[in-house]
């Protein structure tokens, strides 16, 4: 008896350390997060304060306002659209591995595009629309094969559309009308179905790419 009373002791240790450890990897976790979106919020001028809930001292930023996280208490959504931000993306952003929707439409963001968002695997939303971003889309966008949404219209960027993007089976709508972009517009895989109003207002694209015709990136920097 005594033997089971020992072995019972043992298993009850045990499971509570397991339990502390549980609790550790959840904090560490969430802090990465955390850290992740405050080195956003540092990067921003918010004259409307809707980043005042920000928190970095929280154990992780899911009761942050504009912060939506899973069961989990993993961040899968940062809805910031039309809120008056100004200043640059941050490539910490790419550490919010389970992020689904990041909606920065209608800001005052410059810069760049962080090309370390290629490494937000589960993304199926980017809303970068109506900023004043600049520079090339990057290459790493690519990699987001659960992309649904990208939207990057109303902003400054030049150089081509990456053909890494014509690989996201998954992608319904792109639109980056508006911007500085060259080269021509992809014709393959989800970009056959993008109607071409979505790439309008980029003086230098010339149009629809002619497989096998002409190469993308003629006179495209």
């Known amino acids: 008896m005594e033997a089971v009373f020992k072995t019972q ?3 009850l240790k045990l499971w509570g350390l397991l339990a502390v450890v549980l ?18 919020r540092r990067s921003l001028s ?4 809707v ?44 550490k919010l591995e389970h992020l689904q929707y990041l909606e920065l439409y209608k800001n005052n963001i410059q810069g760049t595009i962080p ?15 109506n ?3 600049s520079g090339t889309i990057p290459t790493s966008l690519g990699n987001l094969k659960n992309l649904v949404f990208l939207r990057l219209n109303d902003n400054k960027l030049t150089g081509p559309i990456p053909r890494e993007l014509t690989s996201i089976s998954s992608l319904k709508v792109v639109d980056v009308s508006n911007n500085d972009l060259c080269g021509t517009i992809p014709t393959s895989g989800p970009f056959e179905h993008i109607p071409l109003n979505n790439f309008e207002h980029n003086p230098r694209l010339e149009g629809p790419e002619l497989l096998g015709l002409a190469t993308y990136d003629t006179n495209c920097s």
């Open 131 to 133: 900023n004043n971003i």
């Open 46 to 49: 918010d004259p409307g304060n």
């Open 115 to 129: 090309k370390e968002l290629g490494n937000l695997k589960s993304l199926i939303s980017l809303d970068l629309y």
């Open 23 to 40: 609790a550790v990897v959840v904090a560490v976790k969430g802090n990465s997060e955390g850290d992740a979106l405050y080195a956003l």
């Open 9 to 11: 002791s043992l298993f």
């Open 51 to 94: 980043l005042q809930s920000w928190d970095p001292n929280l154990v992780n930023p899911c009761t942050w306002f504009h912060v939506t996280c899973n069961g989990d208490n993993q961040v899968t959504r940062v809805d910031l659209g039309n809120s008056k931000l100004s200043g640059h993306l941050v490539p910490e952003l790419g």
